[in-house]
């Protein structure tokens, strides 16, 4: 079974280094020549095609399992409905003999003689008939005998159909190519996953990569080009903190050596991974990922409208699908139909969830039983929906202190991770969200939605540089599918990839 949450462990691997690589010393024209004929670009149109090919065929061989599988159903049970059919002819068999031998006493026997008879005289008739055709119409054996030793002429091959790709699914299958993965591993999940995100961030990339490269090719940056490049950062939702560190590292890069247009994009994509994975610098482990066999509590906090609920669905069905035993506590219960809301994922998820029916009850009493409930059915995560009021409600933040205190004395040996649910369209609202959250709710990181509309992807970089939380999800469209663990390659390649 594919695991979604190690998903991005071997692209990690394989990956261009995130810090901004260091001035090199200055090599001859003649050995770069030679360099740039020995090492080729890959060919990633080929690689796309390949790819396409192996998902085609792997969708081809799962309708044909299926309809073979439906096949034998319909096999067995009609050999059911014979057998049944069998039995009860079987059963009534004698009753039908007695039948006939009354009839017979009244009628002569004759039939059965007569079809003896008629079947005997059946294999004479046809020879009788061979025997009358005429020599030349009679067919001769030499046929057959030049058949079986007869050369075969091979069949030629028919020319595969030329498929033409759309642009997302070449983009999608060349950061899985530079991720390291085989044509043969890619999966349909996977190109659509990533063409989703791309689509998502399509309206910050516009408007980002053209003015960049307009500006970046020409040099050191003057003051206009600093004041252009901030202007469109900050119309990103980059934040300051970030937008001043992106100049200042790209403007020392500048003066040491003149970039043409697309090499100086290739170096700003370097700083934008290197702040977005700073978060994680230094930590051995920095894969946000349940422990399989273990018991592991997820809590996902967060303002009301952000996304929580939903993303609890997704969580869920992402580790459903990645081999994990889940379950959903509906701990928001102050919220009107909050508590009928997470039901609904829950069984789009095939998830069980632990609620209270009763109305305004204790969050914290939700979140007792749900622990006992995980613990009898040896759940490996238990997803926890809490209350979403305004951040600036001090009760708000008492009562997930009130949980963590439930969860430290009920399931101490648990794994407890605590994750914001930030809304991307808030911008710098969001970020002033985080800011509060992070200092009550001892936050492991942030799950970003809403990357598929009016979004601004740059809100990330504002988070990571600003309050040091690393992005673990990330959302990029309403449906159970649209959730995945955040990738700082493929996000910057989906933001400045033009």
């Not at 001035?23 to 690689?47: G, K």
């Not at 009763?358 to 929906?385: C, F, M, R, S, W």
């Not at 985080?434 to 990357?451: D, H, I, P, R, W």
Request: hydrophobic share 40%; glycine share 6%.
């Amino acid at each position: 079974m594919f695991n979604w949450f190690r998903r991005n462990e071997k692209a990690t691997q394989t990956q261009p280094e995130t810090s901004p690589p260091e001035t090199q010393p200055e090599v001859s024209t003649e050995s770069t020549a030679e360099s740039e004929t020995e090492v080729a670009e890959p060919d990633y149109l080929a690689y796309a095609k390949a790819a396409y090919k192996n998902i085609q065929q792997r969708k081809a061989a799962a309708a044909t399992q299926s309809a073979v599988d439906s096949d034998k159903e319909k096999t067995e049970s009609e050999k059911i409905d014979v057998q049944e059919a069998t039995e009860t002819t079987v059963t009534e068999t004698p009753e039908s003999e007695e039948s006939e031998t009354i009839v017979s006493d009244n009628e002569p026997a004759v039939a059965t003689e007569t079809v003896e008879t008629d079947t005997e005289d059946e294999q004479p008739e046809i020879e009788a008939t061979a025997a009358n055709v005429p020599a030349w119409m009679q067919k001769s054996q030499g046929l057959e005998k030049l058949k079986e030793t007869a050369i075969e002429t091979p069949v030629a091959e028919e020319e595969e159909e030329e498929v033409e790709l759309d642009e997302d699914f070449v983009w999608s299958s060349q950061v899985l190519a530079r991720s390291g993965r085989t044509a043969e591993d890619v999966s349909e999940e996977e190109i659509s996953w990533l063409t989703k995100l791309r689509q998502g961030l399509g309206k910050t990339r516009i408007g980002l990569i053209n003015q960049l490269k307009s500006i970046v090719g020409k040099g050191p940056l003057n003051d206009d080009a600093v004041m252009e490049i901030e202007s469109l950062l900050l119309q990103a939702d980059v934040g300051i903190e970030a937008t001043d560190y992106i100049i200042e590292t790209l403007q020392t890069k500048l003066k040491q050596e003149a970039l043409p247009p697309e090499q100086a994009i290739a170096y700003l994509k370097t700083i934008l991974q290197a702040i977005l994975d700073k978060p994680l610098a230094g930590k051995q482990d920095d894969a946000f990922v349940p422990e399989q066999g273990e018991f592991n509590i997820w809590l996902l906090t967060g303002v009301n409208g952000a996304g929580k609920t939903t993303t609890i669905g997704k969580l869920a069905n992402l580790g459903q699908k990645s081999g994990y035993s889940c379950m959903i506590a509906a701990a928001d219960t102050f919220r009107a139909a909050a508590v009928e809301q997470v039901k609904v994922w829950g069984e789009r998820a095939n998830t069980p969830v632990i609620a209270n029916p009763g109305k305004n009850t204790d969050p914290a009493a939700v979140v007792y039983d749900a622990i006992a409930a995980a613990q009898a059915k040896n759940t490996e995560l238990l997803l926890v929906d809490t209350a979403g009021r305004l951040q600036n409600k001090q009760n708000l933040m008492a009562e997930l202190a009130k949980i963590r205190r439930i969860i430290d004395k009920k399931a101490a040996n648990a794994k407890v991770e605590s994750l914001l649910v930030l809304d991307a369209t808030l911008g710098q609202n969001g970020l002033r969200q985080a800011q509060v959250f992070s200092e009550a709710a001892n936050l492991s990181g942030v799950v970003l939605t809403k990357l598929d509309g009016s979004a601004k992807g740059g809100v990330a970089l504002a988070v990571t540089q600003q309050l040091n939380l690393p992005i673990r999800f990330v959302g990029a469209g309403e449906g159970i599918e649209d959730l995945r663990p955040f990738s700082s390659y493929e996000f910057v390649e989906a933001l400045l990839n033009g």
